[in-house]
């Protein structure tokens, strides 16, 4: 019973980190695309293009973890 606690927050937390990773790349992203009220400056444009990276390699990290507990859960390793 103890285990299946200890995996039930884990699973939270990874639910809770997914959200807010998704959240971080939704905005990213439509930081991207909306055209920079500057005057054609590139460095701002570079700085949105990292944070989107930044933010994809999040959630693939993220996506990752899922598919790892996913393969557990289906080996009968977790419940």
């Given at each position: 019973?103890?285990?299946?606690k200890?995996w039930?927050?884990q699973?939270q937390q ?5 959200n807010?990773?998704?959240s971080?790349?939704?905005d990213?992203?439509?930081a991207?695309s909306?055209p920079?009220?500057?005057n ?5 444009h570079?700085e ?8 994809r ?12 507990l996913?393969?557990?859960?289906s080996a009968?390793k977790?419940?």
């Open positions: 019973m103890d285990k299946r200890a039930r927050e699973e990874l639910v809770e980190r997914w807010a990773a998704a971080r790349f939704r990213a992203q439509a991207l909306t920079s009220s500057e054609g400056d590139a460095a701002p570079e949105k293009v990292l944070k989107a990276k930044a933010a390699a999040e959630l693939e990290a993220v996506r990752k973890q899922v598919a790892r996913k393969v557990e859960f009968g977790r419940y």
